[in-house]
């Protein structure tokens, strides 16, 4: 866990670092999302440290707001408000039935991870093709936007089955460990190297 909140400290550190040409672009809500996600993390060690508690609820919550955070970031490139508000109600349904689920059969239904996984695939694989209708894709390594997307996508299409398949992660081994930081290094590498860029031609 170590590593993970070192690659978000320094995800925020690249974005104070950039802040003068990052303000300017889409790009600027990743640093009030970094520091939100800092802020989280805090409060779950003290969840577990301090109060010996699971900060579960804490980190469904999370989940929703950074599943809609990036609904509202490809939205912003997209422009396609069907898209957004199919997929903004797709995960509020989720983390409700996920509520639901909890409160009635004390048992934590990966509806919120199917769905998040889901909604981002499909907006990736729309903003890819437009990047391709644009002919623009021998430029991808100038294209923040599309290391961004890449990230997003490995993690939710990577980490998917993990919640599948291990409820609650409460049977977390050394090996699954390292699986979920290797894809939070990848899916981090990408932000950070994209939030380096500093003129794309979407600027």
Known sequence: MTIIYLLIVLATYVCINNWHHLKKTKEWIFLPFFGFTIIIEIISEYY???????PAYLLDIYTLLSIIFAIYWFYSYLKLKALASISIIIVVVSYLLNLYDVSIYNNELPALAIASALIITVNVFIFFNQILLKNNINKFKLHRP?????GL????????PFVLFLPNLNRLTWQVSGVLVFINVIMYGCFIYGLRIKQTYDD
Do not use: G
Not at 48 to 54: A, D, K, M, P, T
Not at 146 to 150: E, Q, S, T, V
Not at 153 to 160: A, T, Y
């Open 146 to 150: 599309f290391w961004i997307a890449l």
């Open 48 to 54: 577990v440290e301090v109060l010996n508690s699971s």
């Open 153 to 160: 996508f490995v993690w939710h299409i990577n980490s998917m």
